[in-house]
């Protein structure tokens, strides 16, 4: 797919580009914690998540959605501008995006992210387009993106635009047989700044 460019609302970015579908996404090390760069790489090389969001009156929501990254490491999503989650962004911009793991052992990385409810109808259409390759595995032809912008116009979708600010992740554990020798150990995590640096290694 072509980098796409797009025009972001903020002051503090221009232009920036929808990452392309990765056809290599980053396994989780199942031996220790995922280093700062690592969990970006994660989440920029993986497609599907958990969105979720405060309620008024419940616990917290939860839906399955296709993402996209974008080069500035906002994260994209296309809904509908009567669905819950384009609402509760509306109303409080702190939202979760548990990124899911393509490989067993089975793992997960959560991103917390501050969101907003973006009206660019170009890269919604954008998204949606590069949405298609993601769930189909081959890129969209260009030929119809307009059907794919009177799609985005007749069920009125908007695009969540989602700044990631930290991360959480457990390196996974799986358990081969009964008899394995190898103890399954676990470890405990925190959540850790999206642009942390990675730590020097110890001599």
Not at 89 to 105: A, Q
Request: aromatic residues 6%.
């Amino acid at each position: 797919m072509v980098a796409t460019e797009t025009t972001d609302q903020s002051n503090d970015r221009s232009s920036v580009r929808l990452l392309p579908l990765s056809r290599d996404p980053f396994p989780a090390p199942t031996d220790r914690d995922m280093l700062p760069s690592e969990r970006r790489l994660f989440v920029r090389t993986h497609r599907t998540a958990v969105f979720g969001y405060g309620r008024r009156l419940d616990g917290p929501a939860m839906s399955v959605v296709y993402y996209i990254p974008a080069e500035n490491d906002d994260l994209l999503v296309a809904t509908m501008a009567g669905r819950a989650k384009a609402k509760a962004v509306s109303r409080n911009g702190r939202v979760s995006i548990c990124v899911l793991d393509e490989t067993w052992p089975f793992s997960y990385l959560q991103v917390y992210c501050d969101a907003t409810v973006d009206d660019d109808g170009e890269t919604l259409v954008d998204v949606m387009m590069a949405v298609a390759e993601r769930m189909s595995g081959e890129p969209l032809d260009p030929s119809l993106r307009p059907m794919v912008a009177a799609v985005a116009k007749d069920e009125e979708r908007v695009l969540l635009r989602c700044r990631p600010y930290a991360t959480f992740v457990t390196p996974p554990r799986h358990l081969h047989r009964n008899d394995q020798e190898e103890a399954l150990t676990h470890w405990l995590s925190a959540a850790m700044p999206w642009d942390a640096l990675d730590s020097p290694a110890k001599p």
